[in-house]
């Protein structure tokens, strides 16, 4: 059953928002990551197990090594990992 309210509607709302917004893609994905890991700390969302593995499947394609470039293929797959994430959140 998908988590429902003010609290639940408003963290799937800021997650689109951040992933829509201008800027990097990586950068991005980070800040809506943590977005949901915060509404799962506070309840808002509720975490499932295809959620955790699409988050373990997108912290790959975000990890790169300290002074790496952001982009390519890693902002290719965090675009289409996303996209999956978000159809989850709304089953969250």
Known sequence: MASSGPRADAARA????????????????????????SAFADG????????????????????????????GKSAEAARFITRRLDQLIDDA
């Open 14 to 37: 800021e997650f689109r928002e951040l992933l829509a917004q201008k800027g990097h893609t990586i950068d991005n994905t980070r800040q809506a990551v943590a977005l949901l890991e």
């Open 44 to 71: 808002s969302l509720e975490r499932t197990e295809a959620i955790d593995q699409t988050l373990a499947d997108l912290r790959v394609a975000l990890d790169q090594s300290e002074g790496e470039k952001l982009g």
